[in-house]
């Protein structure tokens, strides 16, 4: 028998997930030749894939704060990635 519900093991997983991509050290190895973002955007990312994956360690444990602590993280990198799609307007696809 789980100790924990199936959904929290998703939960943190994805969390998990999430915050290593936060990281700007996998969009190197992916894209080796792109342009570096500003330091702002990888300072931004550092901070929240840290905090992130203390939310997933505090979410694997059962702890109580890493409920509301997940949905902010996760509303964070929601609102930084749609505000990057909004200043580069990839949303746009028409020719």
Not at 61 to 83: D, E, P
Request: proline share 8%; with cysteine; charged share 10%.
């Amino acid at each position: 028998m789980h100790s924990r519900p199936q959904s929290v093991i998703v939960a943190a997983i994805l969390q998990v997930l999430l915050s290593l991509f936060d990281f700007p050290w996998p969009w190197m190895l992916l894209f080796p030749g792109a342009e570096p973002p500003p330091a702002f955007v990888i300072y931004t990312g550092l901070v929240l894939g840290i905090v992130g994956l203390v939310v997933a360690v505090g979410l694997w444990m059962m702890k109580a704060w890493s409920y509301r602590a997940t949905i902010i993280v996760c509303v964070l990198n929601l609102f930084g990635s749609a505000g990057d799609n909004l200043r580069t307007k990839r949303w746009n696809t028409s020719p």
